[in-house]
Each structure stands twice: as structure tokens, then as C-alpha cells.
T-cell receptor
Framework: DSGVTQTPKHLITATGQRVTLRCSPRSGDLSVYWYQQSLDQGLQFLIQYYNGEERAKGNILERFSAQQFPDLHSELNLSSLELGDSALYFC????????????FGSGTRLTVV | GEDVEQSLFLSVREGDSSVINCTYTDSSSTYLYWYKQEPGAGLQLLTYIFSNMDMKQDQRLTVLLNKKDKHLSLRIADTQTGDSAIYFCAESIRSNDYKLSFGAGTTVTVRA
């Protein structure tokens, strides 16, 4: 157990639907990062939050959004889902600075049918 | 910019040493990392090296950094079947808030 908790582990949904992925960071970590892992794109950085505020954006689609709550858990919202959104979505957390690397959760596998 | 490249596959016999190679392009990289991903699991941080170091050893793992050639390698001694996984090289830069940029991953298969 890495200390980063992601739920659900698996999600199957239809095209056009909306889903919410949840992440609880490791205790004491203020930064949360979301990554998408797909076969053709590899690991892509989506977005970062630090202590409740958006810190950086990567290759995140406009249909996707995220937020970090006062208790530091984060949610990634994916809407108007397309088949190509099927992927593993990882959350990672780190202490301030992040120089020691991130701690990853075990991911949510999203399948859009 | 950030661009990390790795070879995609490596097959090694059990008991031999594995060497996984990685090249990066951003000379201002601050930290370089090796992550391991087993099937169905998340990414596990194996080790990392600060960019002013040449080598780091941690039990069976040895990381070598050649800053001139922007080349990073991970050597796994006495490779075991449990070492079969995808290994990702990643870099982070302080000026980019230590955001990780990953390579495509090297799939290591350990054969008996």
C-alpha cells in the first residue's frame, strides 16, 4: 500500500457519460497530480493541485476537470466520454517540492464502451 | 524541452544482470528517476539520482548518470522473475515545479 488511495479501481461506462475518479493523497502530502496512461500515448500529465489550488495543467482535455478539496483529496471529472478516453488514470502525491519523486496510487482503469 | 526516450523491450535470463537505458534532452534536469510498474499495479519509485551525481547504488540496483551524453541507466543485478515489469525513466526540473516527464517505458521479461 503506497498510501495514495484511488477509487474506484475499475469503471465501465458508456460513451457520452460522465464519471468522477477520486484520490486521497498520502498523509501530509499537499500536492496531487493526475496522469493518464494509455497504450498509444504513454504516461501523460493532466493536472496538478497544491493545497487546494490548481498549480499546473498538462495535456488535459476541456471535457476533463479536477479539483482538490480542503481535506486534500482530489477528484477528476471526465465528461462526454469517448472511446479514446479508455485508459488507466493515476493519481500521485508528493510533499512540498516533490524532489524525492511522487508516490502513485494503483490507478483507476476506465473502460468506455 | 522535456523528452525522455527508452528502448521498449528487454529480455534477460534469470540470474543475469539487466541494463535499462534512457536518454533525456533537458540539460537542466534536476532529478532523474526509475519507476517500476507491475501488471495491474501503479508506479513504484525504485530509485532516483540528483543530477550532480554520477552513480547511486541501492542493493541490487545501480544507477549511472552520464550528464555529458544525457544518458541514464539502471542496472539490476541477479535479475529475478519478480523483476519482470515495465520500467519507466523520468526526469524533473526544479524550474518546472518538479513535474515528472516519463519515457515510454521498457518492458523487461525475465526468462528461466
Amino acid at each position: 500500500d503506497s498510501g495514495v488511495t484511488q477509487t474506484p479501481k475499475h469503471l465501465i461506462t458508456a460513451t457520452g457519460q460522465r464519471v468522477t475518479l477520486r484520490c486521497s493523497p498520502r498523509s501530509g502530502d499537499l500536492s496531487v497530480y493526475w496522469y493518464q496512461q494509455s497504450l498509444d500515448q504513454g504516461l501523460q500529465f493532466l493536472i496538478q493541485y497544491y493545497n487546494g489550488e490548481e498549480r499546473a495543467k498538462g495535456n488535459i482535455l476541456e471535457r476533463f476537470s479536477a479539483q482538490q478539496f480542503p481535506d486534500l483529496h482530489s477528484e477528476l471529472n471526465l465528461s462526454s466520454l469517448e472511446l479514446g478516453d479508455s485508459a488507466l488514470y493515476f493519481c500521485a502525491s508528493t510533499t512540498t517540492g516533490g524532489a524525492g519523486g511522487y508516490t502513485f496510487g494503483s490507478g483507476t482503469r476506465l473502460t468506455v464502451v | 524541452g522535456e523528452d525522455v526516450e527508452q528502448s521498449l523491450f528487454l529480455s534477460v535470463r534469470e540470474g543475469d544482470s539487466s541494463v535499462i537505458n534512457c536518454t533525456y534532452t533537458d540539460s537542466s534536469s534536476t532529478y532523474l528517476y526509475w519507476y517500476k510498474q507491475e501488471p495491474g499495479a501503479g508506479l513504484q519509485l525504485l530509485t532516483y539520482i540528483f543530477s550532480n551525481m554520477d552513480m547511486k547504488q541501492d542493493q541490487r540496483l545501480t544507477v549511472l548518470l552520464n550528464k555529458k551524453d544525457k544518458h541514464l541507466s539502471l542496472r539490476i543485478a541477479d535479475t529475478q522473475t519478480g523483476d519482470s515489469a515495465i520500467y519507466f525513466c523520468a526526469e524533473s526540473i526544479r524550474s518546472n515545479d518538479y513535474k515528472l516527464s516519463f519515457g515510454a517505458g521498457t518492458t523487461v521479461t525475465v526468462r528461466a
